[in-house]
Nanobody
Framework: QVQLVESGGGLVQAGGSLTLSCAAS????????MGWFRQAPGKEREFVAA????????HYADSVQGRFTLSRDVAKNTIYLRMNSLKPEDTAIYYC????????????????WGQGTQVTVSS
């Protein structure tokens, strides 16, 4: 079992920045990926970004491409999501997730989930 612990959410004005972090208790498989999803009230959970742990290749949703940057610290089993130029429509609960297979943009593919951290962007 893997525990994912997120931190870094909060309230920010539009145009501002936040950095989320997610620490995994351990890495359980040789092929592994971690990522972020978000869910706004009344909406489905949607993909934000993910990273292939082996080669560091990152994937982004079109809605955040160019504004968000996902990075990883292999030694710490931790990922970071730097969010710049935040918009009110970025307001959501952000969830960290890990999958013991190839990287995916689909939520059901992920094996482990964090508890979520609220990000609120005011206009």
């Amino acid at each position: 079992q893997v525990q994912l612990v997120e931190s870094g959410g909060g309230l920010v004005q539009a145009g501002g920045s936040l950095t989320l972090s997610c620490a995994a208790s351990r890495r359980t498989a040789s092929y592994y990926a971690m990522g972020w999803f978000r869910q706004a009230p009344g909406k489905e959970r949607e993909f934000v970004a993910a990273v292939d742990w082996n080669d560091g290749i990152t994937h982004y949703a079109d809605s955040v491409q160019g504004r968000f940057t996902l990075s990883r610290d292999v030694a710490k089993n931790t990922i970071y999501l730097r969010m710049n130029s935040l918009k009110p429509e970025d307001t959501a609960i952000y969830y960290c997730a890990a999958v013991e297979r190839s990287v995916s943009t689909v939520a059901p593919a992920y094996d482990y989930w964090g508890q979520g951290t609220q990000v609120t962007v005011s206009s």
